[in-house]
């Protein structure tokens, strides 16, 4: 409501506004997406009107839903995934991730991919193998050695040290 309050404001009529897009009847001046920009930022929102950066928003999104909100496997590579996905030619995306946000898309994946083991690990619910398996790595020693490279923890001490906490709280 946010975003089409703030349209109607600026007497800026739309067609449709649908997660993340917004489609205009004509176009906006200058002036009107100056004074659109810095209102919607002041909600927390941000305008995005270079195409790279939309893409690069669609990609970490995919990404995000891909590790954190789906439960299940991708029966294909994430880049495959991802590609399929965005109807785009992985190289393309890949180039244009790296140049905008300056880091690859894996290295973005691997660091979602680890803070989702992370509260995994926490829940206390999944084994680390089940955990391995969740998040599609190859063997629990991959996974581990991508958490420690990227915590400077092994899991089981990650989890170890949730256990210290809670036992240190119940002793207060």
């Known amino acids: 409501m946010v975003v089409k309050d703030e349209l109607q404001r600026l007497g800026i009529n739309c067609q449709s506004i649908d997660l993340g897009v917004i489609e205009v009847e004509k176009g906006i001046s200058d002036e009107q997406m100056e004074r659109l920009a810095n209102n919607l930022r002041k909600s927390g929102l941000e305008l995005l009107d270079d195409k790279r950066n939309i893409l690069v928003e669609r ?24 590609s399929k996905k965005l109807g ?5 995306l890949s180039n244009t991730f790296s140049e905008v946000k300056g ?48 915590t400077g923890l092994t899991p089981s001490y990650f989890k170890e040290m949730k256990d210290k906490r809670l036992k240190n709280l119940e002793d207060l």
């Open 59 to 82: 990609i970490k999104c995919v990404i995000i839903e891909m590790i954190h909100y789906s439960d299940e496997v991708p029966k294909v590579n994430d880049s495959d995934y991802i």
């Open 88 to 92: 785009y030619d992985y190289t393309y």
């Open 103 to 150: 880091i690859t898309i894996q290295h973005y994946i691997i660091t979602h991919k680890i803070e989702r083991a992370k509260e995994l690990l926490l829940y206390d619910e999944l084994t680390l193998t089940e955990i391995a398996y969740k998040l599609n790595y190859s063997s629990v020693a991959h996974l581990s050695n991508q958490f420690k490279k990227i």
